[in-house]
C-alpha cells in the first residue's frame, strides 16, 4: 500500500477510535461483499422490475401489483434471509462492544448489521427491512418466511389475522419515510463528533443530507466508498475501496478484535 494511503487509514482509524459519539451511515456497497447486489446497479432488481409498477400506492390499490410485489419477493427474499455479514458489519459491531458508538443508520434493507452483533437499539434502518412484513391497518409485525411461503403455496393476497393488507416492511416508492427514525437520525447526525459513511453514493435522501447536518455541527466526516460522492469536498477524509478492506484496515490499527462477532 502507498504511503499516502497508510496515513489516511492511520488518521482515519485515529479519528473512529478518538469518537466519543460516533455516528455511521451504511449503503448498498457495505453488503455487496456479503453478495447482496445493490439494487440500483445495472443487473438489480430495479432493471428486472419497474419500480414505477411497485409504488406504495399501486401496492394498496392493486391485488395484482401485490402478487407482482411477493413474486419479487421470490426471487429476492431468499438471497436477504441467507446472507451473512462481512467484515464491514463485524467491524462496526466491534466499535459498539469497544464504546463509543452512538449510532448505525442504515439504508440496507438486509439485517446483516444485527447479524453481525450490532444491537437493535444502535440501528436505525431508515428504508426499513426486507426481513419482516407489516399489517398496514393494525402496525403488527412478523417474520416475512412463513407470509412469503404462504405466498409461495398460491395464496395471492396474504392478509393480517386482522384481514389488514400485509406487505414487506421496506419503504416503497411513493411511501412516506419512517418519521421517529428519521428525525432520530437527524438528531443523531447533529450530536455526533465524527460521521462515518460507508458505501453510500450519498444520492437518496433523507439519508443524503444526514453528513450535512453533522458537518454543520461540527463532526468530522469520513467518507469509505469505492466512487466520488457529493459530500467528498466536505469530508476531513475519503477512503476510495472496499468496505470490507477498509474497515478491516481500521480495525487492525485499533486492534479491535472481531472474534467474537
Ligand atoms: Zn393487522
Sequence with gaps: MAPAADTRLARAAALVGGARRLVVLTGAGISTESGIPDFRSPGGIWTRYDPRQLTFDRFCASAETRRLYWEMGNDLFPALRDAHPNTGHRVLAALERRGGLLRIVTQNVD??????????????????????????????????????????????????????????ATISFGQAMPERETAQAAADAAASDVFLVIGS?????????????????????????????????????????????????????????????
Design 111 to 168: 439485517g446483516l448489521h444485527q447479524k453481525a452483533g450490532s444491537s437493535p437499539g444502535v440501528m436505525i434502518e431508515i428504508h426499513g427491512t426486507a426481513l419482516q412484513v407489516g399489517c398496514l391497518a393494525c402496525g403488527a409485525r412478523q417474520d416475512r418466511g412463513p407470509v412469503q411461503a404462504r405466498f409461495a403455496a398460491g395464496e395471492q393476497d396474504p392478509r393480517c389475522a386482522c384481514g389488514g393488507l400485509l406487505k414487506p
Design 201 to 261: 453514493s450519498l444520492e437518496v435522501y433523507p439519508a443524503a443530507g444526514l453528513p450535512r447536518v453533522a458537518v454543520d455541527n461540527g463532526a468530522a466526516l469520513v467518507i469509505v466508498n469505492r466512487e466520488p460522492t457529493p459530500y467528498d469536498a466536505d469530508a476531513d477524509l475519503v477512503l476510495r475501496g472496499s468496505a470490507g478492506e477498509t474497515l478491516g484496515a481500521i480495525a487492525a490499527q485499533l486492534g479491535l478484535s472481531l472474534s467474537d462477532a
